[in-house]
């Protein structure tokens, strides 16, 4: 276990593999000592990739010409069998500050580092995913949607910073071929960076927010920050719950933050007036739960 003295001088947490629920030990002095890394318990909660599972290019071949719907159910499928590439199955730690009522306070949270993908290491396709899809996924993984701070937080203390590559605005925005050119143009700027470290800049992020309680049956995105920091996309709730084309992307947040010398469940943060600044911009999400676990209305059954 690696020591750390203080969170200004965290850029790294080594593994501890012992139980779901880790626990921080702090020093004497009440600096952070010790930190035990939940970055695994994602590897552990996904399934082992099926040995017969099918790379990021045969999922895009097979899905060719499908509508929403179907390629949304292919996604699911292959998410759920534990079709990720290794790397996706260990976050990153990224810090998080603000001053609240006079104090301080710093906490962490843990994210996939790069968005969430179906395939192999060698060859995989980062999958666009609906509102209930992500929730889904999500879910299912022990994580949550990130927020918009927390996605800025991301970018900010990313090593790697992409430029935004937008394709041509049209109906073939949704279709398996768009995600297979859009992920040759992020593939010309990763040559060099190892798989596993945190990258940003390719894609917008599908996001948990306030406006999700107002604008039912929306998906909420936000990001694709150009170089110096600006976003392409600000918060927005245009697209239907089932809409997803080429530039979104689901980088899951584990649910848990350490927070003022202890792990505690993201949900209670995010509906507590006094720390949900710390992890959002709008203050606290009193319905994150319920934003998590979403129930289609019957007009989103079957839409595509």
């Not at 998410?79 to 790397?87: D, E, H, I, S």
């Not at 239907?240 to 848990?256: I, N, P, Q, T, W």
């Amino acid at each position: 276990m690696r020591k750390l003295v203080g969170l200004a001088f965290l850029t790294f947490v080594s593994v501890l593999a012992t139980g779901t629920k880790p626990t921080i030990a702090l020093s004497d002095d009440g600096m952070l000592a010790t930190l035990p890394d939940p970055s695994d318990i994602v590897a552990r909660i996904i399934p082992e990739r099926p040995e017969d599972a099918i790379t990021g290019t045969e999922f895009a071949r097979r899905t060719t010409g499908f509508k929403g719907i179907a390629r949304q159910q292919a996604a699911l499928f292959e998410l759920r069998r534990g079709n990720v590439p290794n790397f996706l199955r260990h976050l990153v730690p990224v810090r998080l500050s603000r001053e609240i009522a006079g104090e301080l306070v710093e906490g962490i949270v843990w994210v996939l580092p790069d968005y969430l993908a179906i395939g192999s290491d060698d060859d995989f396709l980062r999958m666009p995913l609906t509102y209930y899809s992500a929730t889904d996924v999500a879910n299912r993984f022990d994580c949550v949607l990130p927020t918009t701070r927390i996605v800025d937080a991301i970018f900010a203390q990313a090593p790697h910073h992409l430029t935004p590559a937008p394709l041509p605005a049209g109906p073939k925005m949704r279709s398996s071929e768009y995600y297979l050119r859009h992920r040759q143009l992020i593939e010309r700027q990763v040559v060099g960076i190892p798989p596993g470290e945190l990258i940003v800049g390719h894609k917008k992020d599908v996001v948990l927010t306030n406006r999700l309680s107002t604008h039912k049956d929306r998906i909420a995105i936000y990001g694709w920050q150009r170089p110096n920091g600006n976003p392409i996309q600000p918060l927005s709730t245009i697209h239907g719950a089932r809409y997803a084309d080429y530039s979104h992307g689901l980088r899951l947040v584990y649910d848990e933050i350490w927070v003022r010398g202890a792990m505690r469940s993201i949900y209670d943060v995010l509906k507590d007036p006094e720390l949900a600044p710390l992890v959002s911009d709008e203050g606290a999400i009193p319905a994150a739960w319920a934003l998590m676990h979403p129930r289609p209305s019957a007009a989103t059954k079957t839409s595509s």
